[in-house]
């Protein structure tokens, strides 16, 4: 049965087939079932970094541009700030277009949606090739330009060429199996053949970047995507702010020591709500830093659970699939679970534990070119203090502009409270919790580490 269906599963130019049942009586997606070049692009979305994801989601597709939880607004603050606040242009260009670890793997997808550019540069000289950079005419540790192009090797995607899978309304992938199919219907009572219409759906990539919207902002994606179904994307966001909690807390060790920085929070004592914070340099960096996070790795270090409910979904078949069988190796699995961070895009002082991949060439380690901070390793240029408000937005501290947003508020001063907080791992990955589903993230997120 699975050979029948691969086959009509054609590519037709550059676009794919989706096949789907769909509950007539309930107008509601079942499953689809899709091959390769489908659910690899489903599995690319948890290789792809925050700030990517944010820069996607905010173009026109078929459907409007959406925002990714606060993301967005840490994204557009980079994108406004001066220059002078950085350590280098290239900076701002890490943030806004941040590399794939896994790029290998999702460049040559049929229907790869990413446009961020993926050059290499090594020295000029062709008996120097220990150095490397993302970006031309960088200067090598001999003295020389890197500017000579690094020529990639392609991998062929994430599963197995004939591998064909149903996926559930959620994102929830599973190897395609008859039991399973009949077992999704007869959960739902459905006993009547006739109570199902089978659809076919050509998939394109502005389909791709729908779908990707729509994963961020609905419990029902495929549904909204294959039947049309028009969501209010805008207000979506209000259905995914609970206050975040890190139930059993992060463990600490030795190497955490000094990994704190202070952050001075601005609360409203009539309801709780922060109203913005401020903090320095240190801080700035750890929010950019969100940018260059791999939404993988995110949800590995939320353990699965990060409030996007149908990432999770995503992210928790991919753990339960066979290498053997579906997907091309274990060692693609393992990266698929806990993708890294690209070389030099990580912070020196990061709070949270992330992971960065090394770039070999003829078996030899390649050292990157950082053009962050050489003194803090950090993106940005201190001495600077940010006032940072509740959804996140990044700017120069002011006084004048934060009584006047206390202005705009419409907040007394006589309602306002400083509390000082240090900010270690827990309430860093809190924060990074909840800046992907909340516009509220400092008070869903700190207010629980306030006595």
């Known amino acids: 049965m699975a050979a029948g269906m691969a086959s009509e599963s054609v590519e037709q130019g550059d676009k794919v087939t989706l096949r789907v049942i769909v509950d007539k009586g309930r107008n509601q997606v079942v499953y689809a079932e899709a091959g390769k070049d489908f659910v690899d692009v489903l599995f690319s979305f948890l290789t792809l970094p925050l700030g990517t994801i944010a820069r996607l989601v905010a173009k026109e597709s078929n459907i409007e541009a959406v925002r990714f939880g606060s993301i967005s607004s840490i994204y557009e603050s980079v994108?406004?700030?001066?220059?002078?606040?950085?350590?280098?242009?290239?900076?701002?260009?890490?943030?806004?277009?941040?590399?794939?670890?896994?790029?290998?793997?999702?460049?040559?997808?049929?229907?790869?949606?990413?446009?961020?550019?993926l050059q290499l540069f090594m020295c000029e000289d062709k008996s120097c090739r220990s150095c490397v950079s993302i970006f031309s005419n960088q200067k090598c540790h001999c003295g020389k330009l890197l500017k000579t192009d690094v020529h990639l090797i392609y991998q062929k995607g994430f599963v197995k060429e004939s591998a064909t899978f149903i996926i559930q309304d959620d994102l929830n992938v599973m190897p395609n199996d008859l039991g399973t199919s009949l077992c999704l219907l007869q959960k739902r009572g459905i006993n009547n053949i006739a109570d199902i219409e089978k659809k076919m759906i050509l998939v394109g990539k502005k389909e791709v970047a729908d779908l990707l919207k729509l994963s961020l902002l609905s419990k029902t994606p495929l549904s909204d995507f294959v039947l049309k179904r028009k969501p209010?994307?805008?207000?979506?966001?209000?259905?995914?702010?609970?206050?975040?909690?890190?139930?059993n807390g992060l463990?600490?060790?030795?190497?955490?020591?000094?990994?704190?920085?202070?952050?001075?929070?601005?609360?409203?004592?009539?309801?709780?709500?922060?109203?913005?914070?401020?903090?320095e340099e240190d801080f700035?960096?750890?929010?950019?830093?969100?940018?260059?996070?791999?939404?993988?790795?995110?949800?590995?270090m939320l353990e699965g659970f990060s409030s996007i409910s149908c990432m999770d979904c995503l992210y928790r078949s991919i753990k339960e699939l066979s290498p053997d069988r579906c997907l091309r190796?274990?060692?693609?699995?393992?990266?698929?679970?806990?993708?890294?961070?690209?070389p030099n895009f990580e912070l020196r002082r990061q709070i949270l534990a992330i992971e960065t991949f090394e770039l070999t060439w003829n078996s030899q380690r390649l050292d990157f070119i950082d053009p962050k901070?050489?003194?803090?390793?950090?993106?940005?240029?201190?001495?600077?203090?940010?006032?940072?408000?509740?959804?996140?937005?990044v700017t120069p501290m002011s006084s004048i502009d934060a009584i006047s947003y206390l202005e705009r508020m419409n907040v007394p001063l006589n309602d306002i409270e400083e509390i000082v907080l240090n900010i270690g791992k827990n309430e860093g990955l809190s924060i990074l919790k909840a800046s992907l589903t909340s516009t509220s993230v400092l008070t869903n997120s700190l207010n629980q580490y306030i006595g």
């Open 232 to 247: 209010i994307l805008c207000n979506l966001n209000q259905n995914f702010e609970p206050k975040i909690k890190i139930e």
């Open 284 to 300: 700035a960096d750890i929010l950019f830093s969100f940018l260059t996070f791999p939404l993988g790795a995110v949800l590995q």
């Open 373 to 393: 901070s050489p003194i803090s390793g950090g993106y940005a240029k201190g001495p600077l203090t940010i006032m940072v408000t509740d959804d996140l937005i």
């Open 79 to 117: 994108s406004d700030l001066d220059q002078q606040h950085l350590w280098s242009h290239n900076c701002k260009e890490m943030l806004l277009n941040p590399r794939n670890s896994m790029e290998d793997h999702y460049k040559h997808l049929k229907l790869n949606i990413d446009d961020t550019p």
């Open 329 to 342: 190796s274990q060692e693609l699995k393992d990266k698929l679970i806990k993708p890294d961070i690209f």
């Open 251 to 279: 463990p600490s060790s030795d190497s955490d020591e000094g990994k704190q920085m202070v952050v001075k929070v601005i609360r409203r004592t009539s309801n709780g709500k922060i109203l913005f914070a401020t903090a």
